[in-house]
């Protein structure tokens, strides 16, 4: 991990860098920044909100950069596509914000959308915008406590998919929206399929910070 960051690793524990302050609550760690000039936590997957759309600190999972869709349908890594010209600056990826597509609670997920292999390795992850991590559409489900206790599992969806939630949106009475946020490192997944045979097209899907 970068040593530059404000907050790292060290000996598989968690330390504030600086700016950064850590309270030890049992065996958790709270870190929370004092907002102070010149203090700033920027971390991968770190999102930034401006009207209906999104850009975000880049990311990775096993090492590969996820896509963004814009407004447009063009589909682009996550940091920006590569300057057509020479001398063009790399314009960032921009992420449209769906307003409608929250759920009845005010809440939309930005999920990193994973696409694993014949043998369960990841091909390829997209940032996607969704109001229900684990169903196939994206939608909540008619029982809504299918989609709460699945987050648990972040079991596969159908085509050899599954969703990893980075951000939380929530919005409020008046449209406004405050974005939490999930995620702060880059990720790790590995699949587990069904009975250990890599033709399961179901598998139990895990992610961990790196």
């Known amino acids: 991990m970068n040593r530059d960051s404000n907050l790292f690793a060290r000996k598989d524990t968690l330390s504030a860098g600086v700016g950064i302050r850590c309270r030890v609550v049992g065996n958790r760690r709270i870190f929370s920044s004092s907002g102070s000039r010149g203090q700033f936590f920027s971390h991968p ?26 407004k447009d349908g063009v589909i682009a890594p996550m940091s920006g ?4 010209k020479k001398g063009e600056l790399k314009e960032q990826a921009v992420m449209p ?26 091909l390829s992850c997209a940032l ?5 991590i684990t169903t196939k559409d994206g939608k909540p489900p008619e029982d809504p406590k299918e989609n709460s206790l699945a987050l648990a599992r972040y079991p596969s969806l159908p085509g ?3 969703r990893y939630p980075i951000n939380l949106m929530r919005k409020d009475e008046v449209g406004g929206i405050t974005v939490f946020e999930i995620a702060y490192f880059n ?3 590995i699949a587990a399929p069904v009975g250990g045979l890599a033709t399961s097209e ?9």
Do not use: H, M
């Not at 997957?45 to 896509?67: D, K, M, R, Y």
């Not at 996607?128 to 229900?132: E, G, I, L, R, T």
């Open 81 to 84: 596509a590569e300057p057509k």
């Open 187 to 189: 990720l790790q997944t």
């Open 160 to 162: 050899r998919k599954s």
């Open 97 to 122: 914000i769906d307003l409608q597509n929250f759920d009845t609670r005010g809440r939309s997920w930005i999920c990193v959308e994973t696409t694993y292999g014949k043998k369960w390795e990841l």
């Open 45 to 70: 997957w770190q999102c930034s909100l401006s009207g209906a759309s999104a850009t975000f600190e880049t990311g990775t999972v096993n090492a590969i950069e996820p896509t963004i869709k814009n």
């Open 202 to 210: 179901k598998a139990r899907i895990f992610f961990f910070p790196t």
């Open 128 to 132: 996607v915008q969704v109001s229900a």
